[in-house]
């Protein structure tokens, strides 16, 4: 009998993955090697042009490519990696659609899943900000965006206005300051053209950073690139760039909490907002953070020169997921470039492993980095080359359209460069939500927060899952608390002919369940409407036995 042939697991389907698996394709055509890449989607996003789709200058579909056509002839799994157990040398898999987990053998694993959004850096990102890591995340910031502007062309109520055409984002790195820029540039070409009855001074667009300046990866340091000790100039550059494009930029500040309808700074400012785009915050992906391997602050796992991983036999670790030693000391920084020469370099030693030659270290320096802020300009440095304004756009946009990682996207995205200059942004809200689906949110509001008033129609019944509502009837002799409710307890409207305006305000912080007011009420049909109570009132309070105006229950 032969020799078995080794079996590589590739756990995740990003930019290491990709260039991982054009380095074996030879030796699996061949029969040296049987490459397994575990991907949880089968397309991969190239984030490189997130802010462009965003913004309508591409097709959400244009920075997608399918994976069996990067990974072949590799064998694909679309399955979520659900642990890893390294002494028996086997990944347990769960496929998506109904649940089944099976396990993968390896004699090699490369741990390339990237980083994950930390969704609990601050309170209410998880329930209320829009994160980037995602495509599904884009792509529901994409329509969200549209439909705010759509809400803002019919709403009179210049607070509600004014929450509708703020876009706020957390973060003055690369992604967060390309996503501004672009977002305020993209406010301008929609005020001038379809949305022209909304003026361009409406729509604010707030960058908010914990760091003396935005940028601050191009600021200091050797950056992406290896090469100089940082560029202040290039960020000046980009900072009044942005600010002409109407970017509100606040440095040496951060975000102390998200509502579904305002942002609490450190500085104390309260911004009011329907939009949170969250570029910060990231932690190692759970079923890495399982194995408790040697790792760095920031739950990175430490690699050798090689990319190999110290006591583990067979064991490798590249982009997000792995500290890799850059070769001007310190490691490399987290941006796609160094994630494909990774994967070029790990392909390289699992390979000579196999053979039995001694393996290489990692060696590349870096190329350039940079960063598009909106119309035609961008800053960037190429070897140590400072270059800014168009020919920086055009010179960094020819290098991502180069590492796209499939011939017919790339013609895509020229195709969708050349058209929309001609016929203008795509505008189309590709919403795929069924209204007859239940939808249920998870919410935080802030001690005195509104949650929901009789001036405007509640869509939503809340059920309190931690916290204190007050039932709040404003009369002209001052405001009446009605009723207090507690953990349990639901609330929405209920619509009668008022004496007085009530609303539902949250005494401190509060967390709910909400489920829009005609699903509640057909669920409620379903299993039986609970019996509607009115809870003990604080001493003062009126008559119990007038009930507030907001329908309420125990759940």
């Not at 601050?122 to 965006?145: A, M, Q, S, V, W």
């Amino acid at each position: 009998m032969g020799q078995a042939v080794p079996k590589l697991v590739i756990l995740g389907g990003g930019y290491v993955a990709i260039t991982a698996a054009r380095g074996m394709k030879k030796a699996i055509l061949r029969g040296e090697i049987d490459v397994t890449v575990v991907s949880a989607e089968n397309y991969h996003v190239f984030h490189g042009f997130v802010g462009e789709m965003l913004t309508g200058r591409v097709s959400p579909g244009s920075i997608l490519s399918p994976v069996r056509r990067i990974f072949a002839p590799a064998k694909v799994h679309i399955v979520k990696a659900e642990h890893v157990d390294l002494q028996a040398r086997k990944v347990t898999v769960r496929r998506q659609v109904d649940g089944l987990v099976y396990d993968l053998p390896f004699d090699h694993l490369l741990l390339c899943l990237g980083s994950a959004d930390n969704a609990d850096i601050y309170p209410g990102l998880r329930e209320h900000g829009f994160r980037l890591k995602t495509y599904d995340e884009c792509f529901r910031l994409r329509n969200h965006i549209l439909r705010m502007f759509e809400l803002a062309t019919v709403t009179e109520d210049p607070e509600e206005r004014r929450r509708l055409l703020t876009f706020f984002v957390a973060g003055g790195g690369y992604a967060g300051t390309e996503i501004a820029g672009e977002l305020a540039d993209f406010a301008r070409i929609l005020t001038s053209r379809e949305y022209s009855h909304i003026a361009r001074e409406e729509c604010r667009v707030v960058l908010v950073c914990p760091t003396p300046t935005i940028l601050p990866e191009l600021y200091s340091g050797k950056g992406a690139s290896g090469y100089g000790d940082g560029h202040p100039k290039l960020v000046e550059y980009a900072t009044r760039h942005a600010k002409r494009l109407g970017v509100e930029i606040m440095i040496q500040t951060s975000v102390t909490a998200a509502t579904p309808s305002q942002v609490h700074l450190s500085n104390g400012a309260v911004v009011p907002t329907r939009t949170i785009i969250s570029a910060v915050g990231t932690k190692c992906q759970p079923v890495i953070d399982a194995l408790h391997l040697r790792s760095d602050p920031r739950g990175r796992v430490i690699a050798r020169a090689d990319l190999s991983v110290e006591g583990v036999d067979g064991l490798w670790v590249a982009g997000d997921s792995g500290a890799v030693p850059h070769p001007y000391g310190g490691t490399c920084p987290s941006v796609g470039i160094f994630a494909l020469k990774h994967g070029e370099r790990v392909a390289d030693n699992i390979l000579r492993t196999i053979r039995g030659k001694p393996t290489k270290r990692f060696s590349y320096i870096g190329l350039g980095q940079g960063v598009s802020i909106g119309r035609r300009t961008a800053v960037a440095e190429v070897r140590g080359v400072r270059v800014r304004g168009l020919l920086a756009w055009i010179i960094w946009r020819t290098l991502l359209v180069y590492y796209f990682p499939t011939w017919d996207r790339r013609l895509r995205l020229l195709a969708d460069w050349s058209i929309w200059p001609i016929v203008g942004r795509d505008i189309v809200e590709m919403g795929i939500e069924d209204a007859d689906d239940y939808e249920l949110k998870h919410n935080l509001f802030q001690p005195g927060e509104t949650i929901v008033t009789e001036l405007r129609e509640g869509h939503y019944t809340h059920l309190i899952t931690e916290g204190e509502v007050e039932i709040v009837a404003k009369r002209p002799e001052g405001e009446v608390t009605l009723a207090v409710f507690g953990a349990g307890r639901y609330f929405g409207q209920e619509w009668h002919d008022p004496d007085a305006i009530e609303f539902a305000r949250a005494r401190g912080a509060v967390r709910t369940v909400s489920i829009r007011a005609h699903q509640a009420a057909a669920l409620q049909r379903l299993f039986g409407a609970p019996e509607r109570a009115i809870p003990q009132s604080p001493p003062g309070a009126p008559d119990k036995r007038e009930p507030p105006r907001l329908s309420v229950g125990n759940a």
